[in-house]
């Protein structure tokens, strides 16, 4: 009998890159699926491109997985138009291959509470992505309820580290602090704010898809505990040699710039995250998986500004 193969669909970007890198260092069979042409993988993981917002390149994609991982998302301004009929296509893919389906999601669903974020926070989104969020979370546990595919949900924050080029973090903060620039944090920057960093992410995906306790629950991921914008950022800055900048945005200053960046006009949907403390409760995780460490801070952070000064030695 061959090895169980493991399907990471959306393994180009952030999550879905450090979930094959943890699969493989498992000594998982490993299929990277993305959309565009190939890039640097492990050695041993296989590579295959795809459409997967069609029912026939989900399929494809799939075909033959025992635990598929969908980590794929479209660009975020566009999520409630392409995210559910991409993820209907993943769960059809995943049911016809006979699958497991671990998806990545985040905490969108909650909408703004007082306390950190748990899987026992009622979902009552506020915001039109966490709308969407909650729904397709509705679908895949109903989907499991009804004995289509076994499924089980791995949620996160903001997430950063090696390969994370998107989010407020990857896409804003560390290329702002590598600079020598001020870093515009959207909200309050000295109120603890959850981050995840991405090869823990990796990890707990992984622990998730290889174990039947799992199955049919929602877990939120472990995560270090929460620092403030500010002293996650003064991390940074020590690490990469610069001198810290950091400058709070108010709402109205958000609300202008997203005339012109549609990724500042998004922030406004869930500005409760950054405006307000924003922690997590991952006791449920630890206690069905046991004993977890995560990266400490410190090494985490160095590691994340050693990538991104790779990659731009090799874009220069």
């Not at 989104?125 to 909650?134: C, E, I, L, M, N």
């Not at 995840?196 to 991921?221: K, M, S, W």
Request: hydrophobic share 40%.
């Amino acid at each position: 009998m061959s090895t169980p193969l493991h399907v990471v669909l959306g393994a180009s970007g952030g999550i879905g890159s450090a979930v094959v890198r943890e699969l493989a260092d498992r000594g998982h069979r490993v299929r990277a699926v993305q959309r565009g042409p190939a890039f640097d993988l492990p050695s041993g993981v296989t590579a295959l491109s795809a459409d997967l917002a069609t029912a026939e390149g989900a399929r494809t994609a799939c075909a033959d997985a025992a635990v598929v991982y969908h980590c794929v998302q479209p660009p975020y301004h566009r999520w409630p138009q392409e995210f559910p009929p991409l993820t209907d296509a993943v769960i059809d893919g995943a049911e016809a291959a006979g699958a497991k389906l671990v998806f990545a999601d985040n905490l969108y669903l909650y909408g703004p509470i007082d306390g950190p974020v748990s899987e026992r926070t009622p979902g009552r989104p506020t915001s039109r992505k966490g709308a969407v969020r909650k729904a397709m979370v509705d679908r895949l546990l109903q989907a499991h309820g009804a004995g289509r595919l076994k499924v089980t949900i791995g949620q996160a924050s903001d997430y950063y580290g090696p390969g994370g080029r998107n989010g407020v973090v990857g896409a804003a903060v560390v290329p702002a602090v590598l600079g020598g620039k001020t870093v515009n944090w959207p909200g309050q920057p000295d109120v603890p704010h959850a981050l995840h960093y991405l090869p823990d992410i990796g990890a707990a995906l992984a622990t998730l898809g290889e174990r039947d306790e799992a199955d049919g629950r929602i877990f939120v991921l472990p995560a270090a505990p929460a620092s403030t914008p500010r002293q996650f950022i003064e991390r940074l800055a020590a690490a990469a040699g610069r001198r810290p900048r950091l400058r709070g945005t108010t709402k109205p200053l958000m609300r202008l710039a997203g005339l012109v960046n549609p990724a500042a006009r998004e922030l406004l949907d869930i500005w409760y995250q950054f405006n307000d403390p924003w922690t997590v409760d991952d006791g449920l995780y630890r206690r069905t998986f046991g004993p977890v460490e995560t990266t400490a801070p410190d090494t985490a952070v160095a590691a994340t500004v050693a990538w991104y000064c790779t990659q731009t030695a090799l874009a220069d």
